[in-house]
């Protein structure tokens, strides 16, 4: 069984940085695609930012030259550097991995989630 797990959330002030972590049970070349979505209290779950086997990044607008993801392939391990945090950027943050079983299809896991709040 897959398992994602995330950390490193928390409190921080505007203008200030956090760098959510997110380990997989099963190499990050096994993956298609990993992400990370948030969903803040009353809004959808949505796509923050996603990075492929193949390295290909995407970010949503919101958070484009603020925050950056990358992987340590060493580790199994998704991180998403979020830097010039701002408050609406708060909500939790989702860890997200997509992988194709042959004979299956594509499954898609979701680790538990990390809080993230930003505020004075």
């Known amino acids: 069984q897959v398992q994602l797990v995330e950390s490193g959330g928390g409190l921080v002030q505007p203008g200030g940085s956090l760098r959510p972590s997110c380990a997989a049970s099963r190499s990050i070349f096994s993956f298609l695609v990993m992400g990370w979505y948030r969903q803040a209290p009353g809004k959808q779950r949505e796509l923050v930012a996603a990075i492929t086997a193949g390295n290909t990044t995407t970010y949503a607008d919101s958070v484009k030259g603020r925050f950056t993801i990358s992987t340590d392939n060493a580790k199994n391990t998704v991180y998403l550097q979020m830097n010039s945090l701002k408050p609406e950027d708060t909500a939790v943050y989702y860890c997200?991995?997509?992988?194709?079983?042959?004979?299956?299809?594509?499954?898609?896991?979701w680790g538990q989630g990390t809080q993230v709040t930003v505020s004075s």
């Open positions: 997200n991995g997509k992988r194709y079983i042959l004979g299956t299809g594509t499954r898609e896991y």
